[in-house]
């Protein structure tokens, strides 16, 4: 296996990030039985990539794009003790790279990025029955924090 290592991503990596993407909402279908059907995006990835407040970062082997993830800038509530924090979302790993650590190697590298920009707290959301996910967040260091309940009518 080749070396994996992190990087900006570019808009060169468009076709990748936008099948990730779908990847993303896939894997999220069976936690949320609210997502439509079909013809659904998730994300500006255009915006993004151009953005001075969004850290979007891919994970390469050779000159295979394997993996994704972005840091965005957020204003925090006025009653929290920060003033802003980074949510991190878009992570994907390509399924042949899983179990490699290839998540954590993204994580580490948008906690650099939040820490450069005077950030200390990172936030995230994932479905509470993603034991998987939940798994690997807890490996990097997030705890359970809020539980968003929902009732259809």
Same mark, same amino acid.
Request: aromatic share 10%; proline share 3%.
């Given at each position: 296996?080749? #070396? =994996? ?9 468009? $076709? ?10 896939? %894997?999220?279908? @069976?936690? $949320? @039985?609210?997502? *439509?059907?079909?013809? /659904?995006?998730? &994300? $500006?990835? #255009?915006?993004? =990539? ?10 390469? !082997?050779? $000159?295979?794009? =394997?993996? !994704? ?22 992570? &994907?790993? #390509? @399924? ?10 993204? /994580?580490? %590298?948008? !906690? +650099?990025? +939040?820490?450069?920009?005077? =950030?200390?707290?990172?936030?995230? #959301?994932? &479905?509470?029955?993603?034991? !998987?996910? /939940?798994?690997?967040?807890? *490996? ?14």
């Amino acid at each position: 296996m080749k #070396d =994996i290592f992190i990087r900006k991503a570019t808009l060169n990596d468009m $076709d990748t990030l936008l099948a990730f993407e779908q990847g993303v909402i896939n %894997a999220e279908r @069976p936690f $949320d @039985p609210t997502l *439509k059907p079909a013809g /659904i995006k998730y &994300y $500006d990835i #255009d915006q993004m =990539i151009n953005s001075t407040e969004v850290e979007l970062l891919v994970a390469v !082997s050779g $000159d295979e794009v =394997i993996g !994704s993830g972005y840091a965005r800038i957020e204003s925090a509530k006025p009653y929290l003790l920060h003033e802003q924090h980074a949510y991190l979302g878009f992570m &994907y790993v #390509d @399924p042949g790279y899983r179990g490699l650590g290839v998540n954590q190697k993204i /994580i580490e %590298a948008l !906690s +650099s990025w +939040s820490a450069s920009r005077g =950030i200390t707290e990172l936030r995230l #959301d994932v &479905y509470q029955t993603n034991e !998987s996910a /939940i798994k690997a967040y807890e *490996k990097a260091g997030f705890m359970r924090h809020l539980v968003q309940m929902r009732k259809g009518l």
